[in-house]
């Protein structure tokens, strides 16, 4: 099983990046996907999920309006579209997997937003 996250780096405030989360070994269209981050010194917090066929959305309140969770099931890859990204949003950014109670976690990927 692989969670491999990409698409981090370093943005200027009001600027945007797109996350990835590439999956395999496991069914990926029958997993509720998630993303989470954690900033320096904090506990890790979900930022977003979607349901196994993409119908259901739910974001945190500090990211509504701004980010975008969406899924492609014949890519088996799950993608945050991050728009006017914030000091605040700094954080390493982790997808999740989930299916009757199994969870995978990727390692992932850094995320910084800075002048």
């Known amino acids: 099983v692989q969670l491999v996250e990409s698409g981090g780096g370093l943005v200027q405030p009001g600027g945007s990046l797109r996350l990835s989360c590439a999956a395999s070994g496991f069914t990926f269209s029958r997993y509720i996907m998630s993303w989470y981050r954690q900033a320096p010194g904090k506990e890790r917090e979900l930022v977003a999920a979607?349901?196994?066929?993409?119908?259901?959305?739910n974001y945190a309140d500090s990211v509504k309006g701004r980010f975008t969770i969406s899924r492609d099931n014949a890519k088996n890859t799950v993608y945050l579209q991050m728009n006017s990204l914030r000091p605040e949003d700094t954080a390493v950014y982790y997808c999740?997997?989930?299916?009757?109670?199994?969870?995978?976690w990727g390692r992932g990927t850094r995320v910084t937003v800075s002048s």
């Open positions: 979607i349901t196994s066929a993409g119908g259901i959305t």
């Open positions: 999740k997997g989930r299916c009757n109670g199994v969870g995978y």
